[in-house]
C-alpha cells in the first residue's frame, strides 16, 4: 500500500457523513485535504472537525463552467473522492420526471463533469461512491440503483480511458448518515433495528465503514476498475 503522506486528496462531498469521514481519514495519513460542497457553512464546521489545516473550496457539481474553472486553477490531484449527491426516491411511476431528473443529474452528471474536468498525477485515482441498488434493486428506488450501476460502470471505462489513472467505485449499504436525521430519532432507530436484524453482519454501516474502502483503493496501486461492496451483506442477505 501507498502512503497518503503530503498527497493532494480533493473530496467532494466531504462537508458530511461519508465524504467527512473520507477527509478525516486522508486527513489522519497525513494527507493534504480539500472538502467541497454547496454550503460553505456546513464546510466549515466540517473543516473545524477535521483540523489539521483542510482546505474548503465552494462548489456545486451541478454547475458545469464552476467545475471546470476549479479543476483547472486547483491542479493536478493525487486522489479524488466523489460522495455528493442529492437524490430524490420513490417509485418510477411516482416519482415526478423532474425529480427522477434532478437526481440523475445530481449523482451520475455531477460525478461525470469532474472525471471529465479533473487533471490527475501520474498514479492517482479516482473514486466514486454509488450503493448496493445498483445489485439489489429495490421496488420503491428503482431509479437509484440504476444510477448507481451507471456510476459503477462510468468507473469500469473510465480506468481503461484515464490509464493509469485508477478508477474504482465503493458501493455501501444502509449507513447512518445525516440523510436519515429528519426521521425521528425513535423510528429511525427502529428501522436501523429492524434492518440490521435481516443484514448477515447484524449492524448498520458507520461512515467510517465506508471511508476504510475508499482509503484501500486510494492507497492500493493495483486496484482500478473495480466495486468495492460495503454492504453488511445486504446484496445477498
Known amino acids: 500500500m501507498t502512503s497518503l503522506e503530503k498527497q493532494r486528496v480533493l473530496v467532494v462531498g466531504?462537508?458530511?457523513?461519508?465524504g467527512l469521514a473520507v477527509a478525516e481519514q486522508?486527513?489522519?495519513e497525513g494527507a493534504a485535504v480539500t472538502i467541497a460542497s454547496r454550503s460553505a457553512?456546513?464546510?466549515?464546521?466540517a473543516a473545524r472537525l477535521i483540523g489539521g489545516g483542510v482546505a474548503t473550496a465552494v462548489l456545486d457539481t451541478g454547475d458545469a463552467g464552476s467545475v471546470e474553472a476549479?479543476?483547472?486553477?486547483?491542479g493536478a490531484w493525487d486522489h479524488i473522492v466523489i460522495s455528493a449527491a442529492q437524490t430524490p426516491s420513490g417509485p418510477v411511476r411516482k416519482l415526478s420526471l423532474d425529480d427522477a431528473k434532478r437526481a440523475m443529474e445530481s449523482k451520475f452528471w455531477g460525478a461525470y463533469r469532474i472525471a471529465r474536468a479533473a487533471e490527475f498525477a501520474e498514479r492517482g485515482s479516482l473514486t466514486f461512491i454509488s450503493g448496493f441498488l445498483s445489485e439489489r434493486p429495490s421496488a420503491s428506488s428503482v431509479l437509484q440503483g440504476a444510477i448507481n450501476a451507471a456510476l459503477e460502470s462510468l468507473a469500469r471505462g473510465l480506468a481503461l480511458e484515464l490509464s493509469p489513472v485508477r478508477v474504482n467505485a465503493v458501493s455501501p449499504g444502509v449507513i447512518d448518515t445525516p440523510l436519515w436525521s429528519k426521521m425521528d430519532e425513535a423510528n429511525?432507530?427502529?428501522m436501523f433495528e429492524r434492518i440490521a436484524g435481516n443484514l448477515p453482519a447484524k449492524t448498520i454501516g458507520q461512515p467510517s465503514d465506508i471511508a476504510n474502502a475508499v482509503l484501500f483503493l486510494m492507497t492500493t496501486p493495483f486496484a482500478t476498475g473495480s466495486t468495492v461492496r460495503v454492504d453488511?451483506?445486504?446484496?445477498?442477505g
Open 188 to 190: 429511525r432507530n427502529a
Open 41 to 45: 457553512d456546513k464546510l466549515a464546521e
Open 232 to 236: 453488511g451483506g445486504g446484496a445477498i
Open 26 to 28: 486522508a486527513a489522519a
Open 14 to 18: 466531504g462537508s458530511s457523513g461519508i
Open 70 to 74: 476549479f479543476l483547472e486553477a486547483s
